[in-house]
């Protein structure tokens, strides 16, 4: 693994964690966004980023600082890539989307230039054919708060070239997570393989009016000790990327009568969507931050 140069396309809330983790550990980084609107917003979140990790990392603090150093950004993907030694695609988690960007990428990257999506839903085969390099191509998956939640979840499909594999196992390892090796393609990883059905059967409590969100966090929180509950994660996952996993969903459902997960979308749009309430990122999603309710002694109390 000879990797200098790491160019990041998509800087929502884990594009930009992925960015910062990179720099962070001396590589050099180049964020790619698709205007000036959206590169104004990963530099907020890139110094928000640096606070966040002057607090965490009391024993690293030269490396914190000078972490923004190494990020550039770029609007034209062209140029974004052009000394790109790998590129990790964190876009917004609809196939569409995926496909019209990696025919992009393919045309402009350079050839030694290795692909990686941290898709979290979907299967790095659904879109090797657009790449123009499916031998160069796998999953990288990072967790929310990847300073933290470090773990790299390398996941190949049946054309990626094992050296490449074995590259990016290291790279993972090489910014601080623990290189995880998911070798036969699962939809979900490991980490939203386990994850997912739970965040799913929440939204069913809470969409099918079973039970609100604090009734169905507190339950999973004192019944499993876990710090927080499923609607605390969603706000730590983001609304948007809920909305979009859920969307899809409801889209492939197959009887519209009986189509809970529209439903659900409806609900998650209309109620925080549609109101700025995006999670964490906001300030406010299930819950007000920076002082979630589930942080409160009494939220578990009789």
Do not use: C
């Amino acid at each position: 693994m000879n990797y200098k140069t790491i160019t990041i396309a998509g800087s929502g809330v884990l594009g930009s964690q992925i960015a910062f983790q990179t720099a962070f550990k001396g590589f050099n980084v180049v964020i790619y966004d698709i205007n000036d609107e959206a590169i104004e917003k990963a530099k907020e979140r890139i110094a928000n980023l640096e606070a966040t990790y002057t607090d965490y990392f009391k024993d690293e603090q030269e490396a914190v600082k000078t972490a923004q150093s190494r990020i550039e950004y770029a609007t034209d993907l062209a140029e974004a890539v052009k000394n790109a030694d790998l590129v990790i695609e964190a876009i917004p988690e609809l196939k569409e989307i995926k496909e019209k960007f990696y025919t992009e990428l393919g045309k402009v990257a350079p050839a030694h230039t290795i692909f990686a999506t941290n898709s979290s839903t979907l299967l790095p085969s659904q879109f090797a054919e657009f790449t123009g390099r499916p031998e160069k191509f796998l999953a990288l998956h990072f967790a929310n708060r990847i300073w933290m939640n470090n773990t790299g979840e390398v996941m190949e499909h049946p054309g990626t070239n094992q050296e490449v594999v074995q590259d990016v196992l290291k790279f993972a390892q090489a910014i601080g997570m623990v290189p995880i090796h998911v070798k036969k393609e699962q939809p979900g990883y490991i980490l939203n393989s386990l994850l997912v059905p739970l965040l799913d059967a929440a939204q069913h409590l809470w969409g099918t009016g079973v039970a609100d969100p604090y009734a169905i966090d507190k339950t999973w929180m004192i019944a499993t000790g876990a710090p927080m509950g499923p609607f605390g994660i969603i706000d730590v996952v983001g609304l948007q990327t809920v909305y979009n996993i859920v969307s899809t969903k409801a889209q492939n459902h197959p009887n519209p009568e009986q189509n809970e997960f529209k439903q659900i979308a409806d609900l998650v749009k209309n109620e925080f969507i549609d109101k700025g309430k995006m999670g964490i990122q906001s300030g406010e999603g299930f819950y007000k931050y920076p002082n979630p309710a589930y942080n409160e002694k009494e939220f578990l109390q009789p």
